[in-house]
C-alpha cells in the first residue's frame, strides 16, 4: 500500500502588503496546495480584503511580528478543519511578491520524495541579484551562515523566508521566536536535532511595496541582533545542556 499523499498548507504572514498580496496569490500553483491561509499582521490597509479575493483564508493576529504571524498561521492549520496532520507539510511564503511562488513545487519535492523534513529555499544558491536582496540582508545572511558553520558545523546558505516543514518535524521544534528570529531558530534547532534539512533554490526579486525589514537601518540592526543573539545564546545553551526537543528525538 503507498503512503497518502501529503497536504501543503501555505502560510503568508502579511504586514501591509494591499500592493503586493493579490500578485503573491495569483502565483501560487494551486494544485501544490491544499490551504492557503493569510494572516493579516495588524495591517491598517486592504490586505485582508485582498486575500480573501485572491482565494486565502485569513487569519488576524494584531500582536505584530513575523514569527506571532507564522504561528498563528500554523495554529489555523493545525487547529481547523481540513487540518493538516503530522504527515503533512507546512511552507511559509512572504507576501511582498520577492519570491517566485512557482518555486514552491521546486521547495515540495524533497519532502513529498519523502528525503527531508525540513526544506529551505536559498536565494543564495538562486543567484539573487543585490538590489533584490540588500547588501545588508545579503551579509546578514553571510555572517550568520558563518557562525552557525563554525559553531554548529550546519552548511546553511542562506536564512530565507520561504521554505517547507513536515507537521511532525515542526512540532519538534516547538517555535518560539516571535520576531525576526524565526527562521534561524528553526535552521538551528532542526541542525541541533537532527532533522533531515537540505536547501533547494530560489529566484528572488524586489519587493512591491514598502521595506520593512532590510530596506531601514533600524529595520537591519534590529534583525541582525536578533539573528546573531539567537546563534550565541542557542550555542552556549547546548554547552550547558543536551538539546532535547520537548518531543520524542525519534521521527
Ligand atoms: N516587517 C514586518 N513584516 C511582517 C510583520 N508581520 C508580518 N510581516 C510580513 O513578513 C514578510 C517579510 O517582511 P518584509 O518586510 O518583506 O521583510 P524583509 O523581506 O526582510 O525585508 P524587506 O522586504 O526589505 O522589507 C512580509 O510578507 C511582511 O508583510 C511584521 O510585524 N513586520
Ligand atoms: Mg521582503
Known amino acids: 500500500m503507498t503512503a497518502p499523499v501529503a497536504r501543503v498548507g501555505l502560510v503568508l504572514p502579511a504586514f501591509n502588503e494591499e500592493a503586493a498580496l493579490g500578485l503573491v496569490l495569483a502565483e501560487v500553483p494551486r494544485a501544490a496546495v491544499a490551504r492557503i491561509v493569510v ?6 490597509d486592504r490586505s485582508a480584503e485582498v486575500a480573501r479575493a485572491g482565494g486565502a483564508e485569513v487569519v488576524r493576529e494584531d500582536r505584530r511580528g513575523y514569527g506571532r504571524a507564522c504561528l498563528a498561521g500554523i495554529e489555523r492549520l493545525l487547529a481547523t478543519a481540513p487540518a493538516l496532520t503530522d504527515t503533512d507539510i507546512v511552507a511559509f511564503l512572504d507576501a511582498d511578491h520577492s519570491d517566485y511562488p512557482e518555486d514552491l513545487v521546486r521547495i515540495l519535492a524533497p519532502l513529498h520524495a519523502g528525503e527531508v523534513d525540513l ?15 540588500l547588501p545588508q540582508a545579503w551579509f546578514g545572511n553571510r555572517l550568520a551562515c558563518f557562525l552557525m558553520r563554525v559553531l554548529f558545523g550546519a552548511r546553511y546558505t542562506d536564512l530565507g523566508p520561504f521554505r517547507a516543514i513536515r507537521v511532525a518535524a515542526l512540532r519538534r521544534l516547538d517555535m518560539q521566536d516571535p520576531t525576526f528570529g524565526w527562521t534561524v531558530e528553526m535552521q538551528l534547532k532542526a541542525k541541533s536535532f537532527g532533522l533531515r534539512v537540505t536547501e533547494v533554490p530560489v529566484r528572488y526579486r524586489k519587493r512591491i511595496g514598502e521595506s520593512k525589514i532590510t530596506g531601514t537601518l533600524t529595520g537591519t540592526l534590529r534583525a541582525g541582533w536578533k539573528i546573531i543573539g539567537w546563534i550565541l545564546t542557542w550555542r552556549l545553551l547546548l554547552l550547558v545542556r543536551r538539546p532535547e526537543s520537548p518531543r520524542s528525538r525519534s521521527l
Open 39 to 44: 494572516v493579516d499582521n495588524g495591517s491598517t
Open 119 to 133: 526544506v529551505i529555499g536559498s536565494r543564495v544558491l538562486g543567484g539573487a541579484a543585490m538590489d533584490a536582496l
